[in-house]
């Protein structure tokens, strides 16, 4: 089978008026949009209704971003504990039934609506934005069974940009080796840790990546993307590797484009960073959990919490695009916690130590005292050093630019840090 030709993989846009609309102008088209959804959630969600009901608020009274602070976060637990007494989707739904095309059950389980039409934008957004182009031949290796992302999103998607898709499935390394090999796919979608194990399998087979197979971009989702793991899978297949990341029932909530600088809020959701605690929305540059409202009328979430911490900036990226990005994935609320009114979680305390290759065993404590929170980061060092002082500050410079707080730092001897210890552990008392 001869190999698509593709140029131009860095530059264009799936939706140029949507993705490069100046920053004022796109407010303004969010708040629309906000509008319209809330309107027809509250008249066709039996869950929204109830919601809004419940803390006596009307439609009318959710004009504009700012607004949605007034409603509370519909949590993961709510929704599946909504949906055990009201099967199949709690009541979340904006459309009857029987004009679903399909019903996927995700695990937890929860039930998600499957429309007959799938034209969400942000999949497609992200593979483009990502590199994909018209004729690209892709295994879409997601699981295609039961959960909607590899049958409904990722392969409408591709469909939608031309792309043609090989519906492989997770899973059969040798064979997936085969068929990018005889079929010259161009296109990877599916989990990092996948696209390793079909690099794995590739070379134990005696191909050379580059040569004997024609992969040029990848679209990974759904695990961490370790910037080691993507240059060196870059490097060995001579390919492009960016990322995205969503949820199943909230759908793509950014992207990647060639920049690599953060994700792209797609143009169809409107995404919050906001305390975990209180649900107010704290703006850019804090950490805070990813909330989400989609605008989707067959499964309109409103304010839907992910659970995920996130950072949103708002600087413009070089590449056009015009929208806010989710710097990144930074772990798991349950994971976190609060100091000083910030939130700290164990990516930052990976991330410091990331920045001191000196380290070999790391924690965090939180102790308070005298109504105040303290912060130490004990270190078990390699190797006895020759100026600890020095490393100490270089230490306490680095935890601040990460966390924005400030802590002691304390070197303890080896074998103090438990093998499995938690990277935070939370010692304070609140007698
Ligand atoms: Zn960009």
Same mark, same amino acid.
């Given at each position: 089978?001869?190999? %698509?030709?593709?140029?131009?993989?860095?530059?264009?846009?799936?939706?140029?008026? =949507?993705?490069?609309?100046?920053?004022?102008?796109?407010?303004?088209?969010?708040?629309?949009?906000?509008?319209?959804?809330?309107?027809?959630?509250?008249?066709?969600?039996?869950?929204?209704?109830?919601?809004?009901? !419940?803390?006596?608020?009307?439609?009318?009274?959710?004009?504009? /971003?700012?607004?949605?602070?007034?409603?509370?976060?519909?949590?993961?637990?709510? =929704?599946?504990?909504?949906?055990?007494?009201?099967?199949?989707?709690?009541?979340?739904?904006?459309?009857?039934?029987?004009?679903?095309?399909?019903?996927?059950?995700?695990?937890?389980?929860?039930?998600? %609506?499957?429309?007959?039409?799938?034209?969400?934008?942000?999949?497609?957004?992200?593979?483009?934005? @990502? @590199?994909?182009?018209?004729?690209?031949?892709?295994?879409?290796?997601?699981?295609?069974?039961?959960?909607?992302? +590899?049958?409904?999103?990722?392969?409408?998607?591709?469909?939608?940009?031309?792309?043609?898709?090989?519906?492989?499935?997770?899973?059969?390394?040798?064979?997936?080796?085969?068929?990018?090999?005889?079929?010259?796919?161009?296109?990877?979608?599916?989990?990092? !840790?996948? =696209?390793?194990?079909?690099?794995?399998?590739?070379?134990?087979?005696?191909?050379?990546?580059?040569?004997?197979?024609?992969?040029?971009?990848?679209?990974? +989702?759904?695990?961490?993307?370790?910037?080691? *793991?993507?240059?060196?899978?870059?490097?060995?297949?001579?390919?492009?590797?960016?990322?995205?990341?969503?949820? +199943?029932?909230?759908?793509?909530?950014?992207?990647? &484009?060639?920049?690599?600088?953060?994700?792209?809020?797609?143009?169809?959701?409107?995404?919050?960073?906001?305390?975990?605690?209180?649900?107010?929305?704290?703006?850019?540059?804090?950490?805070?959990? /990813?909330?989400?409202?989609?605008?989707?009328?067959?499964?309109?979430?409103?304010?839907?919490?992910?659970?995920? *911490? !996130?950072?949103?900036?708002?600087?413009?990226?070089? &590449? @056009?695009?015009?929208?806010?990005?989710?710097?990144?994935?930074?772990?798991?609320?349950?994971?976190?916690?609060?100091?000083?009114? *910030?939130?700290?979680?164990? @990516?930052?305390?990976?991330?410091?130590?990331?920045?001191?290759?000196?380290?070999?065993?790391?924690?965090?404590?939180?102790?308070?005292?005298?109504?105040?929170?303290?912060?130490?980061?004990?270190?078990?060092?390699?190797?006895?050093?020759?100026?600890?002082?020095?490393?100490?500050?270089?230490?306490?410079?680095?935890?601040?630019?990460?966390?924005?707080?400030? !802590?002691?730092?304390?070197?303890?001897?080896?074998?103090?840090?438990?093998?499995?210890?938690?990277?935070?552990?939370?010692?304070?008392?609140?007698?």
């Amino acid at each position: 089978m001869p190999k %698509p030709e593709i140029t131009n993989r860095n530059a264009g846009f799936f939706k140029k008026d =949507l993705e490069t609309m100046p920053p004022k102008k796109r407010v303004e088209y969010l708040n629309q949009k906000l509008r319209g959804v809330i309107q027809y959630a509250y008249k066709h969600s039996a869950a929204f209704k109830n919601k809004l009901d !419940s803390v006596g608020l009307k439609p009318k009274d959710i004009q504009m /971003i700012k607004d949605l602070e007034k409603i509370p976060v519909t949590k993961k637990t709510e =929704l599946m504990e909504l949906q055990r007494k009201h099967p199949p989707f709690g009541g979340f739904e904006g459309v009857p039934i029987s004009e679903l095309r399909r019903i996927y059950v995700s695990p937890g389980p929860i039930n998600e %609506p499957g429309e007959s039409e799938y034209n969400e934008l942000g999949w497609a957004q992200g593979l483009y934005a @990502g @590199g994909f182009r018209p004729g690209d031949i892709v295994i879409n290796t997601f699981s295609y069974h039961m959960v909607p992302f +590899a049958l409904q999103m990722v392969d409408n998607s591709l469909h939608r940009i031309g792309c043609v898709v090989i519906p492989t499935g997770v899973g059969n390394t040798e064979q997936q080796v085969n068929i990018s090999k005889t079929l010259n796919v161009t296109g990877f979608c599916g989990t990092p !840790s996948f =696209l390793f194990n079909i690099a794995e399998k590739a070379e134990e087979m005696g191909f050379n990546l580059k040569e004997d197979l024609s992969l040029e971009v990848g679209f990974v +989702a759904a695990e961490m993307l370790p910037e080691s *793991l993507r240059s060196q899978l870059e490097e060995k297949f001579g390919m492009i590797i960016r990322q995205a990341y969503g949820t +199943a029932d909230i759908r793509c909530l950014g992207y990647e &484009c060639m920049k690599k600088n953060g994700m792209h809020v797609p143009d169809d959701k409107f995404v919050e960073i906001v305390d975990p605690e209180t649900g107010k929305q704290l703006g850019p540059g804090k950490t805070g959990e /990813i909330v989400a409202t989609t605008f989707n009328k067959v499964y309109p979430l409103i304010r839907f919490g992910t659970g995920d *911490l !996130s950072i949103l900036t708002e600087t413009l990226c070089p &590449c @056009g695009r015009t929208s806010p990005r989710l710097i990144k994935i930074l772990g798991r609320v349950d994971q976190g916690t609060k100091v000083k009114g *910030l939130f700290i979680h164990p @990516g930052q305390v990976d991330e410091v130590a990331s920045k001191h290759p000196e380290m070999a065993k790391y924690q965090v404590l939180v102790t308070r005292s005298e109504h105040k929170d303290e912060m130490t980061f004990r270190i078990e060092l390699k190797e006895e050093i020759s100026q600890p002082e020095k490393l100490k500050e270089e230490i306490e410079r680095s935890i601040r630019d990460v966390t924005k707080l400030r !802590s002691n730092v304390q070197f303890v001897p080896k074998g103090t840090i438990p093998d499995g210890a938690k990277k935070i552990e939370d010692h304070r008392t609140w007698e």
